[in-house]
């Protein structure tokens, strides 16, 4: 299994054929702070999965902020997410250089 790691936190991430919450409402992705998991529904596609995935990695970085206002706002998780995920599509080499930049430290 895969290590995503927030702050100081390693999450495991892993993909479930069934995702929902407590009222049963089907999920794309769930981080689960406690156990250090984060889950994806299995079978996304692609642009979806990353995504979701951002999403989950925001409300990790939230909830180290202790920003509980903005962690439990949805629309704000959503739209952060999908803007970083954006980014990151339409500037491929500025993306591989901030990796590349602090690799090398």
Same mark, same amino acid.
């Given at each position: 299994m *895969? %290590? #995503?790691? #927030?702050?100081? +936190?390693? &999450?495991?991430y892993r *993909?479930? %054929? $069934? =995702? @929902?919450?407590e009222e049963g409402e089907e999920l &794309?992705?769930?981080?689960?702070?406690k156990e250090n998991i984060i @889950?994806? =529904? *299995?079978? =996304?596609p692609p642009p979806r999965r990353a995504h979701t995935l951002m999403h989950e990695i925001v409300h990790g970085m939230l909830s180290n902020m202790?920003?509980?206002d903005l962690n439990s706002d949805e629309p +704000?998780? $959503?739209a952060l997410a999908l803007n970083v995920v954006q980014f990151m599509r339409d500037n491929p080499d500025i993306t591989m250089k901030i990796l @590349?930049? #602090?690799n090398t430290q």
């Open positions: *895969e %290590k #995503i790691r #927030i702050g100081p +936190f390693d &999450y495991t *993909e479930e %054929k $069934d =995702l @929902s919450n &794309y992705g769930e981080i689960r702070y @889950s994806m =529904l *299995e079978g =996304l202790a920003r509980e +704000f998780v $959503d @590349s930049d #602090i």
